[in-house]
C-alpha cells in the first residue's frame, strides 16, 4: 500500500508564499498523474494542480500564474509552490496519485491532508 505524507502546510499572510511537499512511500514512477486538491470549509474538494508523468501540467483558473506543481523523481517527492496567496486559498491541501494497475483499473492514493490558511 502506497503511503502519501503532505507537509508545509501553515499560516501566511496575504501575499506571501508557501511550498508543500508530498513524499510518497513508493517511487513515483508508478503514477500515471500525480496532483493537489483542496477543500475549504463547507466547499467540495476541488483540484488545484496535477502533473502526468508526461510532465504535461494543468492547472485550476484561480490558481494559474500564482501555484507551480512539480515533483523530484529520486526523492519520490511532489511539490506544490504556492506564491501570491490570496485568503480564498485557505483550505486542507491534499495530495493525490493515481496508479493504473496491470489489470486496467485505476488505483488512487490520498495524503491526509495539510492545512493552509491565508489570514493577516
Known amino acids: 500500500q502506497v503511503q502519501l505524507v503532505e507537509s508545509g502546510g501553515g499560516l501566511v499572510q496575504p501575499g506571501g508564499s508557501l511550498r508543500l511537499s508530498c513524499a510518497a512511500s513508493?517511487?513515483?514512477?508508478?503514477?500515471?498523474?500525480v496532483g493537489w486538491y483542496r477543500q475549504a470549509p463547507g466547499k467540495q474538494r476541488e483540484l488545484v494542480a496535477s502533473m502526468t508523468s508526461a510532465d504535461v501540467r494543468n492547472y485550476a483558473d484561480s490558481v494559474k500564474g500564482r501555484f507551480t506543481i512539480s515533483r523530484d523523481n529520486a526523492e519520490n517527492t511532489v511539490y506544490l509552490q504556492m506564491d501570491q496567496l490570496k485568503p480564498e486559498d485557505t483550505a486542507v491541501y491534499y495530495c493525490n496519485a493515481a496508479q493504473r494497475l496491470w489489470t486496467g483499473q485505476i488505483q488512487a492514493y490520498w495524503g491526509q491532508g495539510t492545512q493552509v490558511t491565508v489570514s493577516s
Open positions: 513508493a517511487s513515483i514512477f508508478i503514477f500515471y498523474t
